[in-house]
């Protein structure tokens, strides 16, 4: 049996009983086994395939193991591999799943049935971040429409089920609200509106967002003093040093990368583990963003983040990278983005054509 793909209308369904009705009811019919599929990010930039590594259709009940590619829309409109990696489940059961490709390239969503959880997978597989929710014991899933944003929903045993709004780039949630199968009216009561982020990860992400290469420059000499202080054998001196390293964002990144190449070399194993822990911390709170301060699919995207300080933080970067005459909207980065290339020197974007 030839592989099935379910439109992006609903979750990918891996060895679950349904037929089509309407995009949110799914009713007991034939068992379709597992399934490959694919998803393309909003601006069409990027793209994840799932791909089963079992076989596909009613044979192929478990385990389920999967490929998942993370893909790049050239210049030349050719897609260019970013990342694959494999992912599996050990069970026989009817078994689905949903993935959204995110439209800055750090990586995709994805939520299965074995899990109750949204997550955010970056570019080697690591869960970067969660989708959470302020309750306990919820089973959360991921739904992917063709023509609108996507969402999360929370169901919890006994209690009111829930739906929120996503911004991809962050797993971030906002725009609470009840829902009900024949539900998909996004218009949301104010009194029901939020959208909470602490402020260690608020602070974060607006620091990352309009950092400088002149700004990591005047921190390095901070970032090497933090490295020194995680290489000692006091562990208040290591909780100082990690906790520096942290605040200082993407300042310490470079000085950090330098420092775990030189570590590969010692013979100090525990070091090259704090090392790489706060590497991997920095990794999750940047969400996977290598140059976030200078990823247009990322400040683009950012022009319509629901915090209204992340909007003008992205819209302010943007004015100082772009060629002047250049309109500060996510439609006018769509259309001349391919257009523009960095220039380290005049640490701004260059048109190129």
């Known amino acids: 049996m030839a592989a099935f793909h379910l439109s992006r209308a609903l979750p990918i369904l891996v060895g679950a009983a349904f037929s089509l009705v309407t995009p949110q009811q799914l009713l007991a019919q034939c068992c379709l086994g597992a399934q ?15 791909v089963s590594q079992t076989g596909t259709g009613p044979t192929a009940h478990g385990p389920y193991r999967f490929e998942f590619t993370l893909e790049a ?3 030349d409109e050719a897609w260019r591999p970013i990342a694959s990696f494999e992912r599996q489940w050990e069970t026989n059961a009817h078994f689905s799943m949903s993935v959204c490709a995110s439209p800055t390239g750090n990586g995709f969503l994805l939520s299965t049935s074995m899990d109750d959880r949204v997550v955010l997978l970056g570019k080697h597989g690591r869960v970067l971040q969660d989708a959470l929710f302020d309750a306990h014991e919820v089973e959360a899933s991921l739904w992917v429409y ?20 996503i911004f991809v780039p962050f797993a971030e949630l906002h725009h609470e609200r009840a829902w009900s199968k024949e539900d998909r009216d996004y218009t949301v009561a104010p009194s029901r509106q939020r959208f909470v982020l602490d402020d260690i990860t608020r602070r974060h992400r ?3 967002l309009t950092w400088s290469e002149k700004q990591g420059a005047v921190d390095a000499p901070r970032a090497e003093a933090a490295i020194a202080q995680v290489r000692s054998d006091d562990l208040a001196a290591i909780a100082a040093g990690r906790d520096a390293l942290i605040a200082l964002g993407m300042s ?14 010692e013979q100090d194993a525990a070091f090259r583990a704090r090392l790489a822990a706060i590497a991997t911390r920095m990794e999750q709170l940047a969400c996977g963003h290598d140059t976030p301060h200078r990823n247009l699919d990322l400040l683009a995207a950012t022009l319509a983040h629901p915090d209204a300080e992340m909007r003008l933080a992205a819209a302010g970067q943007l004015r100082r990278l772009l060629p002047k005459g250049a309109t500060i909207t996510a439609e006018w980065l769509q259309k001349h983005g391919s257009d523009l290339t960095w220039d380290d020197a005049a640490g701004a974007f260059l048109k190129t054509r």
């Open 206 to 208: 607006l620091a990352m």
């Open 252 to 265: 310490a990144r470079a000085p950090l990368a330098d420092a775990i190449a030189r570590a590969a070399t």
């Open 146 to 165: 063709a023509d609108c944003a996507p969402d999360v929903r929370f169901a919890q045993e006994g209690k009111e089920s829930l739906r929120a709004q």
């Open 73 to 75: 829309r050239d210049r």
């Open 36 to 50: 490959d599929s694919e998803h393309l990010a909003d601006n069409g930039r990027y793209r994840v395939r799932a």
